[in-house]
């Protein structure tokens, strides 16, 4: 992954599309005191960089029936895989756990962990006792599950997709 070189207007555009990213591109340009194309052209630039890598619509959970939020530990079997520095086999827990992840829809994201587990997964759920069906009829069910650790989420107190975007500290 190479980091791509970005200027104060780079970050500012950046800023205010993660803040609103229905913005169109005549605002986007007023807010950066740049005329629309060169700023188009700043913003297809990040996209074709990957820096943008896509546009979506952040959708409340509790509204849609979504109240509990589990974060949950998990830890798979150990299985030889090789030296630590190879690449994963397509045929490893660790890979066939990753791609099961990827068909549970309560599952909206899945990070592989360093320290105790092996992952670290973000469940919504309606309740508790569809996260008890969730864990028993899937999680649990998983051949390479050898053990899980569940934490709930008692309140909201900070939640953002916001990155910081900020200059690097000059040398």
Known sequence: MSKIELDKTDRKILEILQADGRLSNQDVAERVNLS?????????????AGVIRQYVA?????????????????????????PANSRVPAT???FEFAQAVAAWPEVVACYAMTGDMDFLLRVHVE???????????????????LDVKSSFALQRIKETTALPIEAPPTR
């Open 127 to 145: 309740d508790m006792d569809h996260f008890s069906r969730f864990m028993m009829a899937t999680l649990l069910r998983h051949p390479s599950v």
């Open 58 to 82: 952040l959708v409340d959970p509790d509204k849609i029936g979504l109240g509990l939020l589990a974060y949950v530990n998990v830890r798979l079997e150990k299985h030889s895989e090789g």
């Open 36 to 48: 629309p194309s060169p700023c188009l052209r700043r913003i297809k630039r990040l996209e074709e």
């Open 92 to 94: 490893s827990p660790r």
